[in-house]
């Protein structure tokens, strides 16, 4: 299956500040990748659908300006949360489409102080 | 809509011994795909398990076999002979109606499988 790169695995940031997440699809052409976010102890919760070359389709009650996602080329999908405050602390993951399956990235924890 | 069950919260199993994970799912399709992830504390998914719809066998995968019935629409999943690296969440999905790459997975809310030595 794809091989899919995330990074940061982890990171730290000041309430206001705006923190970016990169997902890589290393040895296959990503047309389409997903970004969910997950709380403690709960399931995955998608929170959009991302295209290459076009604007990323978000699910109701994610704020667009508020997770901005860039998918600019086939390897690579930006997730940059903008203005970040604590409760956007959280984990953050991505995943590719390949054929019948999906490959996710190792993830991203991001705390918010 | 399409929807997934997963009603147990959380699983305790003895080492060496096997172990079924529940999963029931909604849909009004006739062609769909359902999966099983494993999540350990370091949050990556891992693919564990995949089933068709139109498959006749149920899917196998080393210790890892689904037990899909269809006209009941469950699709659990069975751990042989647990380690206590099993010790994870462990989800069920289901690929939604429709064509294309867009297709999202519908996810359940999990089951935490814990591995007593």
Redesign the interface.
């Known amino acids: 299956g794809a091989v899919v790169s995330q990074h940061p695995s982890w990171v730290i940031c000041k309430s206001g500040t705006s923190v970016k997440i990169e997902c890589r699809s290393l040895d296959f052409q990503a047309t389409t990748m997903f970004w969910y976010r997950q709380f403690p102890k709960q399931s995955l919760m998608l929170m959009a659908t991302s295209n290459e070359g076009s604007k990323a389709t978000y699910e109701q009650g994610v704020e667009k300006d508020k997770f901005l996602i860039n998918h600019a080329s086939l390897t690579l999908s930006t997730l940059t949360v903008t203005s970040a405050h604590p409760e956007d602390s959280s984990f953050y993951i991505c995943s590719v489409r390949q054929g019948l399956g999906y490959t996710f990235g190792s993830g991203t924890r991001l705390t918010v102080v | 809509a399409q929807k997934i069950t997963q009603t147990q919260p959380g699983m305790f199993v003895q080492e060496k011994e096997a172990v079924t994970l529940d999963c029931t799912y909604d849909t009004s399709d006739q062609s769909y795909?359902l999966?099983w992830?494993k999540q350990p504390s370091?949050?990556?998914?891992i693919?564990l398990i995949?089933q068709?719809s139109y498959d006749e066998q149920n899917a196998t995968e080393g210790r890892y076999s689904l037990n899909f019935q269809k006209a009941r629409k469950s699709a659990n999943l069975v751990i042989s002979a647990s380690q206590l690296g099993d010790s994870a969440m462990y989800?069920c999905a289901m690929?939604e109606l429709g064509a294309g790459?867009?297709?999202?997975?519908i996810?359940?809310?999990?089951t935490?499988l814990a591995v007593n030595p």
């Open positions: 795909g999966f992830y370091s949050g990556e998914m693919f995949y068709g989800f690929r790459n867009n297709r999202k997975l996810w359940g809310l999990g935490s």
